[in-house]
């Protein structure tokens, strides 16, 4: 798409929702970033106020790029996928003030799951789910506080994205600030984490 194309795409999506700016305007396929056409929208959008930051929709630190019109890197992680956490790249953004956003925290949903009822495919992720979710009930806490906590201690700057199906699950999030694990307990799990690493905790990789 050209120039035009793009800003009338997003012109017509400020008129569906009926607001004359947005907050944040990510970039899905951050490889788009090196499209001919992409930043000189990015930097009308931003000169003209239309969006206060834009930002890139990772899935690895390979797809981070360090611009000054860069302000947001949402990128996926949690317990048992914690390389993003490590990433020099990500860490400099972060230096730089830039916005972190994690997603994929509860693995969509697998993580929240009763282990017994993953599909049969993911079989070899059902005896780390067993081991999370005995913990959790060994310490008296939800699997989902659990998963939030020791992504806060990964990336205390980070804000987090999650997807919520019901009031219970809003309620429960609300509470988190309520609930705590001492650090020994947050460092056993980010470790029991980092051992069972396995390309099936990407859902990418399920198909």
């Not at 194309?5 to 700016?21: G, P, T, Y």
């Not at 990510?26 to 929208?41: A, E, M, Q, V, Y």
Request: aromatic residues 10%; proline residues 4%; charged residues 20%.
């Amino acid at each position: 798409s050209n120039f035009e194309e793009i800003l009338s795409i997003f012109m017509a999506s400020l008129k569906q929702l009926n607001v004359k700016r947005i907050e944040g305007l990510l970039l899905h396929n951050p490889n788009d970033w090196h499209s001919n056409n992409i930043k000189p929208f990015v930097d009308y959008v931003l000169k003209n106020k239309l969006i206060k930051y834009f930002g890139l929709s990772v899935y690895s630190a390979n797809d981070i790029f360090i611009d000054n019109n860069i302000k947001i890197i949402q990128a996926p992680g949690n317990i048992f996928n914690q390389e993003i956490f490590y990433s020099d790249k990500l860490n400099e953004f972060n230096l730089n003030n830039g916005e972190i956003h994690i997603r994929s925290i509860f693995i969509q949903g697998l993580l929240l799951m009763r282990p017994e009822d993953i599909p049969q495919k993911l079989d070899a992720l059902k005896k780390p789910l067993y081991y999370i979710h005995n913990f959790a009930k060994e310490i008296k806490i939800d699997v989902a506080s659990l998963a939030i906590l020791c992504v806060k201690k990964l990336m205390p700057n980070a804000k987090i994205v999650v997807g919520l199906d019901s009031i219970v699950q809003v309620q429960n999030l609300l509470n988190i600030d309520n609930n705590t694990m001492i650090d020994s307990d947050i460092e056993e799990i980010i470790k029991f984490g980092k051992m069972n690493f396995n390309r099936l905790w990407d859902p990418s990789n399920w198909k």
